[in-house]
Structures are given as C-alpha cells and as structure tokens.
C-alpha cells in the first residue's frame, strides 16, 4: 500500500481532527477549476483542539514553545480541512502553494517566523516531495477567542 499524508503524519504521532463548523458565514474552503485541477483556498484555522482555542500571546522568546505547538494544531486544522476539500484524500494534493501564519504577538515580538516554522514542519511530513510553499509570518494584536494563531493555506489539488 503506498504511503499517504495521512499515514506520514500519522507515523509521528499527528492525527487529523474533525474539521470544526464554520463560526460564521463562510465556508470551511473554497475551489476553483483550473484545468484538469482545482485552486483550494481554506479558511483561516485558528488553534483550537476539540472545538477549544489554544489561548496566548507572544511576548518573549519563552513563548516561542507553546506558539509553535499552537502553529502546529492551527496546520492540522487546515490540513483536516483541505483533506475535506480532496474528498478525503490528501494525496490528491499536488502542491501546497501558499501558507499564511496570523500570530497574536506583543509589539516587541518579532520571531514570527520562528513560530510559523511548525507549521511548514507539519506539510514537510505529510507532503516531503513537494517544495515549500511561500509563505508569510504576520504579528496582530488580536484573532479570534484570544487565540495564539491562525493559519490560511492554498494548494493545487487534483481533479477526482
């Protein structure tokens, strides 16, 4: 059986969690027909565990362990959430094109990347062949439920 995302994440310890309902009016994605492929754009995913925000703030390097670990929770939410967008199949991902970290930080903070770094981490595990995506590490005062980070991800996703 060929080794999948799915089995890659799941050989060092990470699973997927349910994709969480919408806490609004949008969509947990959005695809476009491109060709014999589509354009995936998943919504911000924010840290949350069993529906529970993973609270915090970066305000010194001390912070940088519990963000990554929130970084890390934020990418499986929108890598449930693009497996929802595959029909249940990551590998149907052909590249992830694009990530975008949200980090709730103080003023003096500035190791953004630091903290988005374990998120890369976790689609270097699931998609080790693909190239990194381009990516951007963003300080803001506040996301949703006071949360550590939100993460935004857009890929290329073959046609079923």
Known sequence: ???????RLAAVGLALPQVSAPQGHYAPFCAVPVGDAQWVSISGQVCRRSGVAMVGQCRTDQDLMPARQAAEVSMLNALAALQLACGGELSRVIQVVRLRGFIRAAEPFTRHPAVLDAASAVLRVA?????????????????PDCAWIEIEVEAIVANA
């Open 127 to 143: 998609f080790p062949d693909q190239p990194l995506p381009a990516r951007s590490a963003l300080g803001v005062a506040s996301l």
């Open 1 to 7: 059986m060929p080794e999948t995302p799915e089995s």
